[in-house]
């Protein structure tokens, strides 16, 4: 199978299938690899595995690069930018196709997280110079004679690793950042999606030519582990837990700083007093699309026991008017990655075994390749299917008494990624509790979609932050700079200083924070604690 990706240059010979155009990527040393269509079996494209001579050139080439994109200054690079996103709409069926062959999510999926993507491109190309741009900040009493001001410059060369469930939106959240921070990217894409990798880069260099601006290295884990001991100036990972520590543990080696954004459990919480019908569409919307392959997809409910019963019939009823397959009406794909049907399959049959039910789907309807969405009751709570990222389209529901204990069972997992509140009154209260980097209120996922937010995790869900003023952030150092206006009448700084320039500054650092140390002379007022 050979699919028309519409980019108009000529053939890679080292991306064969796919049409694309002749790239700078690094040269193939031999061995190739081929992506699959996980819906037939059918090959997309075939793909160099790139080693590390190949991943430090690429590197090599994006330094140099790096420099003139930097000088190009903010308006020049939003400039490019908006160039770039005009290619991706107008080719947006085109890219679709290419990320519906490899991972098998249904067209119109595909093209919803390119649409989403091309939005991020948007904002970043809007506030990366207010959000990066220098700033003056105070200097304070004691420096008044200096200005001070703070700027956030590009690290350089930036490395993303992504996967493959998203393989367009996912890694553009570190993509499109580290871009208009002002930073060169290599981008090595999973193994399963290298064709839609190599397309992103292919459309980027319509726009600026031979530099080596985003250039994407394929090949498997060990060409992962190449791009983080390459000389590359930060590494930023999405994809599954125990990668994202292999991933650490490399970078070490270097001392590169790395984003983990990795896996996810997330919960939906349902009150007594919500919209239940609202919330059983976004739990099976949350739980199911994308075939369950969804890093903040919902994996588990608690339901308010007051509408527990409603809850779940009408969850149920949405379960079973959805399937998976290959089929123009199915709205779920296959499991791009085989061997995930095996993890799917584990969990639901180690809940079932300890007690759990099967209301919608469940072990008989784990194909070799389709999985149909599985609604599961009685879980209990440390068995598989609660405690460990499924990845599949299975949730688990459970009644709890109030909402309290609803926050208190969401806090207990090991992941922190996302979190999404079903109630009326008490939304955004529930939210701040929550021990998760994002929280959806009477919606679900919405915070991916809102370029100004930032998207990251807390425990196995990884560290720091795509998306938003802290995604750029993300892809560059703070640069703090001070510049005397005139001498100071008081200079700490030189051996000059005499016994009465100190008594003077102790007799003013008195005067600044003397008092703040006194302790009170009659018992305080307890501390207000903000209010929720
Ligand atoms: P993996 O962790 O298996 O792989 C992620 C990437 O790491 C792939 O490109 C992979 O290459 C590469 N890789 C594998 N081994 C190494 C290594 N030793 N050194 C460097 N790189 C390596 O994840 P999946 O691709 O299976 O993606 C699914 C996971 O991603 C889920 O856990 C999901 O929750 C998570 N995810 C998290 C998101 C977030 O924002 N927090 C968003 C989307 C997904 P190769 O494919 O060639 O093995």
Not at 310 to 338: C, I, Y
């Amino acid at each position: 199978m050979s699919l028309d990706t519409g980019l108009d240059a000529h053939a890679d010979p080292h991306a064969e299938g796919l049409g694309l155009p002749q790239g700078q990527d690094g040269p193939a040393h031999g061995a190739t690899f081929d992506s699959l269509d996980p819906a037939t079996g059918d090959v997309v494209g075939t793909h160099p595995v790139d080693d590390a001579a190949a991943v430090d050139a690429a590197v090599a080439r994006a330094r140099q690069s790096a420099g003139w994109w930097a000088a190009l200054g903010f308006d020049g690079r939003k400039e490019v930018l908006a160039q770039w996103r005009g290619v991706l709409t107008r080719r947006i069926g085109q890219l679709a196709a290419v990320v519906h062959a490899e991972t098998g999510k249904p067209h119109a999926d595909a093209a919803l997280e390119i649409g989403l993507a091309i939005d991020h491109l948007a904002w970043v190309g809007a506030h990366a110079e207010k959000v990066l741009g220098r700033t003056r900040v105070s200097p304070g009493l004691l420096l008044s004679n200096q200005t001070a001001s703070v700027e956030y410059l590009p690290l350089g060369v930036v490395g993303v690793i992504g996967p493959w469930n998203y393989p367009v939106f996912t890694p553009m959240g570190s993509i499109a950042y580290a871009l208009a921070a002002g930073n060169a990217v290599v981008f090595k894409p999973s193994e399963l999606t290298p064709g839609v990798g190599r397309w992103l880069a292919d459309s980027l260099r319509e726009v600026v030519g031979d530099r080596a601006l985003l250039q994407v290295v394929t090949g498997f884990g060990e060409t992962g582990a190449a791009l983080c001991r390459a000389d590359i100036d930060k590494l930023a990972f999405t994809g599954s837990t125990a990668t994202g520590k292999r991933v650490m543990a490399t970078c070490a080696e270097r001392l590169t700083p790395v984003v983990i954004e990795a896996g996810g459990k997330d919960a939906l919480l349902v009150d007594a007093d919500a919209d239940v019908t609202a919330a059983a569409d976004a739990a099976a919307w949350g739980a199911f699309s994308n075939a369950g392959q969804t890093c903040i997809g919902v994996e588990r409910v608690y339901v308010h026991e007051q509408v527990y019963d409603r809850f779940l019939a009408e969850l149920s009823d949405r379960a079973r008017a959805v399937h998976a397959g290959n089929d123009p009406a199915a709205k779920l794909g296959p499991m791009t990655m085989a061997s995930q049907v095996d993890v799917v399959r584990s969990h639901v049959s180690d809940a079932l075994q300890r007690g759990g039910r099967a209301v919608v789907g469940g072990e008989d309807t784990v194909g070799e390749r389709f999985v149909q969405p599985t609604v599961l009751v009685d879980v209990p709570e440390d068995s598989l299917a609660v405690t460990e990222e499924t990845f599949g389209p299975t949730v688990t529901v459970r009644k709890v008494r109030d909402m309290d204990e609803a926050v208190a069972l969401t806090n207990a997992g090991k992941y922190g990624l996302g979190s999404t509140v079903f109630s009326a009154k008490r939304g955004p209260e529930i939210a701040r509790r929550l021990r998760t980097g994002m929280t959806a209120v009477n919606s679900v996922i919405s915070f991916a979609a809102v370029p100004g937010l930032p998207f990251g995790g807390v425990g196995d869900s990884g560290f720091g932050r795509i998306h938003g003023p802290d995604g750029l952030k993300e892809f560059t150092y703070a640069k703090a700079v001070t510049r005397q206006r005139f001498k100071p009448v008081l200079n700490l700084t030189t051996f000059d200083r005499t016994p009465e320039q100190d008594t003077t500054f102790a007799t003013l650092l008195t005067a600044l924070h003397g008092r703040a140390s006194q302790l009170p002379k009659r018992p305080r007022k307890p501390l207000r604690t903000r209010k929720d």
